[in-house]
């Protein structure tokens, strides 16, 4: 084919053109457009907040009647305890329990039907079980669930030599756990949602729906149906109470002291009821 055939196509830029070893490094090229979009968006969002999580004392290291008391709680309510995540507390024995113990006893609770996910925070032996069962530590989650009385006793500053002081050490502490404002919820809480009410009491206007919680630190106030979770006095106020105009909690707890809703007389159910703690036991009754 002679060269008389051949015909001259103009030349079309490519991003290879602009790249060409012949062009100034500097020279920008106007007929180039380049969009560049960086995405700055996280994949996932981190937070901390209150969780409602079963805290398990162990006052006896009996393996089979720990499993067979909580086998019982999850048939009694299954809605409730039913695959429930809960921390393994060893505070309460006399010596922490050997690695084969631990793992028999997570073992049985899961049998049981719950799920334990951690151990409460304790010693430096109960940090080197969490390690060994591959479970995490809940720094001071114990502490929720105990008097503040109890948090406050190591204080030699009560033995110096000024006895008017004495007696007031507690009262500083009681006004700090209620100085603050309530918190007022206007809307209802819904499933799946937690409202927490820290260091004061905490005020519903609506409902707490089913599978709902209401936390506080002191009293909780409900104005309409409780078909949640209360619990009142989560970090150990025994002075605390549970109010609501009716009645049918899945779950109240006053210092960590609950009942579920089967254990509650079916007469108060749908009423207006208090709850309230009395030398350890949990009372309920109707609001006349």
Same mark, same amino acid.
């Given at each position: 084919?002679?060269?008389?055939?051949?015909?001259?196509?103009?030349?079309?830029?490519?991003?290879?053109?602009?790249?060409?070893?012949?062009?100034?490094?500097?020279?920008?090229?106007?007929?180039?457009?380049?969009?560049?979009? @960086?995405?700055? /968006?996280?994949?996932?969002?981190?937070? *901390? +907040?209150?969780?409602?999580? %079963?805290?398990?004392?162990?006052?006896?290291?009996?393996?089979?009647?720990?499993?067979?008391?909580?086998?019982?709680?999850?048939?009694?309510?299954?809605?409730?305890?039913?695959?429930?995540?809960?921390?393994?507390?060893?505070?309460?024995?006399?010596?922490?329990? /050997?690695?084969?113990?631990?793992?028999?006893?997570?073992? +049985?609770?899961?049998?049981?039907?719950?799920?334990?996910?951690?151990? %409460?925070?304790?010693?430096?032996?109960?940090?080197?079980?969490?390690?060994?069962?591959?479970?995490?530590?809940?720094?001071?989650?114990?502490?929720?669930?105990?008097?503040?009385? $109890? %948090?406050?006793?190591?204080?030699?500053?009560?033995?110096?030599?000024?006895?008017?002081?004495?007696?007031?050490?507690?009262?500083?502490?009681?006004?700090?756990?209620? /100085?603050?404002?309530?918190?007022?919820?206007?809307?209802?809480?819904?499933?799946? $949602? $937690?409202?927490?009410?820290?260091?004061?009491?905490?005020?519903?206007?609506?409902?707490?729906?089913?599978?709902?919680?209401?936390? %506080?630190?002191?009293?909780?106030?409900?104005?309409?149906?409780?078909?949640?979770?209360?619990? /009142? +006095?989560?970090?150990?106020?025994?002075?605390?109470?549970? *109010?609501?105009?009716?009645?049918?909690?899945?779950?109240?707890?006053?210092?960590?002291?609950?009942? @579920?809703?089967?254990?509650?007389?079916?007469?108060?159910?749908?009423?207006?009821? $208090?709850?309230?703690?009395?030398?350890?036991?949990?009372?309920?009754?109707?609001?006349?």
């Amino acid at each position: 084919m002679g060269s008389r055939h051949l015909r001259r196509c103009p030349a079309r830029r490519t991003l290879a053109a602009a790249a060409a070893p012949g062009r100034a490094a500097g020279a920008p090229d106007r007929n180039l457009r380049v969009s560049a979009v @960086v995405d700055y /968006a996280q994949a996932g969002e981190l937070k *901390f +907040g209150q969780v409602g999580i %079963a805290n398990l004392r162990v006052r006896t290291l009996d393996v089979a009647q720990l499993a067979a008391e909580m086998r019982d709680r999850v048939q009694r309510a299954p809605n409730l305890f039913a695959r429930a995540a809960v921390v393994l507390d060893f505070g309460g024995l006399s010596q922490v329990p /050997a690695v084969e113990e631990a793992r028999t006893l997570v073992d +049985g609770l899961r049998d049981a039907g719950v799920l334990p996910v951690a151990l %409460a925070y304790g010693t430096k032996e109960i940090e080197a079980l969490s390690q060994q069962l591959g479970l995490p530590l809940l720094a001071k989650f114990r502490a929720q669930y105990e008097p503040a009385t $109890q %948090a406050a006793t190591p204080a030699p500053a009560a033995v110096e030599p000024a006895p008017a002081k004495t007696p007031s050490a507690p009262a500083a502490t009681k006004q700090a756990t209620s /100085a603050g404002p309530g918190l007022m919820q206007t809307s209802p809480v819904r499933s799946g $949602q $937690q409202v927490y009410a820290e260091n004061r009491d905490l005020t519903v206007l609506s409902a707490v729906g089913a599978g709902a919680e209401a936390i %506080a630190d002191g009293s909780i106030h409900i104005y309409g149906a409780l078909r949640g979770r209360a619990l /009142a +006095g989560a970090q150990g106020n025994e002075e605390a109470r549970i *109010f609501c105009r009716e009645f049918h909690a899945e779950l109240v707890a006053v210092a960590g002291h609950y009942k @579920v809703l089967e254990d509650i007389p079916a007469e108060l159910r749908g009423k207006p009821v $208090q709850v309230w703690l009395e030398k350890g036991q949990l009372k309920l009754a109707a609001l006349d």
